[in-house]
């Protein structure tokens, strides 16, 4: 079974040590896409804690959510 955690900006920094360890992939919202590509990321603001987030689980994947 695999387990996905969806997260927004504001929950980043709440993410768990134990929350890393069973995720086996978080998905992040969100990143904004125009004319087939990634406009920006500049609405995230707490990217920061995905290196704490990745310490803990190296082997979790980030998924970046897209919308336009």
Do not use: C
Request: glycine share 10%.
């Amino acid at each position: 079974m695999k387990i996905i955690g969806y997260v927004g900006d504001h929950t980043l920094p709440v993410v768990t040590e134990e929350d890393a360890h069973i995720l086996d992939t978080i998905n992040i919202a969100f990143g904004h896409v125009g004319e087939d590509y990634l406009l920006e990321t500049d609405g995230i603001k707490n990217l920061w804690a995905l290196k704490q987030i990745r310490a803990w689980n190296p082997d979790m994947k980030v998924v970046l959510s897209v919308g336009g």
